[in-house]
């Protein structure tokens, strides 16, 4: 049987908006690596260290007891958090509804003839 190793995903660009997509890559990659079947702690260090040298600095600022912080599915979910920023329907309708079209956006309204 030939075994081959399957390299981490490229390092996270610490972008919110590329998340989803690289996380995604790492979840392929670790049920490929056969990483899911290892200690959970050992999924959070694979994953931190993926990620690249300032997910250290993320991770600690998540606060999370040192229990929590050897969780796979709590770290991942308080990454998710980190990084998928919440909307606010209610402030963009509001938002939405309170702006001003200027007059010179539509030059065939502002200068009939």
């Known amino acids: 049987m030939s075994l ?3 390299p981490p ?3 996270f660009t610490f972008k919110a908006e590329d998340w989803p ?3 995604k890559r790492f979840e392929r990659f670790r049920i490929a690596s056969g990483l899911e079947t290892q200690a959970d702690e050992n999924q959070v260090n694979a994953l931190i260290y993926a990620m690249g040298e300032e997910a250290e ?3 600690t600022s998540l606060h999370l ?4 912080a050897s969780e796979f ?3 991942k979910n308080k990454l998710d958090a ?4 919440r909307r606010n329907v209610i402030f963009e309708r509001a938002k939405f509804n309170q702006r001003q079209q200027e007059l010179d956006a539509f030059p065939s309204l502002s200068s009939k003839g």
Do not use: G, N, Y
């Open 65 to 68: 007891s040192p229990a929590e």
């Open 4 to 6: 081959f190793q399957v």
């Open 9 to 11: 995903p490229e390092k």
């Open 21 to 23: 997509r690289w996380r």
């Open 82 to 85: 980190h990084f998928i920023t």
């Open 73 to 75: 599915c709590t770290v």
């Open 57 to 59: 600095d993320i991770l």
